[in-house]
């Protein structure tokens, strides 16, 4: 029993390394680089806010930093597409809209993203879940969807 505890341990650990390798798991999820002293002058964050790529697409591109959003307020339409992509000027932060699947991890060096479409419009609270510093439970703002 020993010897089949080891083969299926062996054999679990197997799976995990080849999936993570072939689909490029790492603890950030796949992302871009970014240079995180050079973020206000690299696109898209040299203009961070909503913009329109085609009709059913928008992107969202949001600077994290203690302890707020750039920007701070967006707004999106329903039904419609939007990328979103986060970055970081100093430490881990992440952006997460309450009641949504968007959770990114946000982190200097790396771009997040993520695509989620809006059925219905409202008020979303958008929160900081990682831990960054003594304003972390102050990192909070709303996204507009109209
Ligand atoms: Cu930013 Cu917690």
Redesign the pocket.
């Known amino acids: 029993w020993l010897g089949f505890g080891i083969i299926a341990l062996a054999i679990f650990l197997l799976i995990v390394g080849i999936t993570a390798f072939s689909q490029g798991h790492t603890p950030s999820g796949g992302m871009d680089m970014i240079d995180p002293k050079k973020v206000n002058e690299t696109a898209p964050f040299d203009n961070p806010g909503v913009t329109k790529i085609d009709d059913d697409t928008y992107q969202v591109a949001i600077i ?1 930093m ?2 707020g959003y750039n920007p701070s307020k967006i707004e999106v339409p329903v039904g419609k597409e939007i990328i979103f992509k986060a970055t970081s000027t100093d ?4 952006f997460t809209i309450d009641n949504t699947t968007v959770n990114m991890m ?1 982190v200097p060096g790396r771009i997040a993203t993520k695509s989620y479409t809006f059925d219905k419009p409202g008020n979303y609270l958008i929160l ?6 003594v ?3 102050m ?1 909070f703002t709303e996204i507009e969807v109209v």
Do not use: I, L
């Not at 430490?91 to 992440?94: E, I």
């Open positions: 994290a203690a302890f430490v881990v932060h992440s946000v900081c879940n990682e831990y960054c510093g304003g972390h439970h990192m």
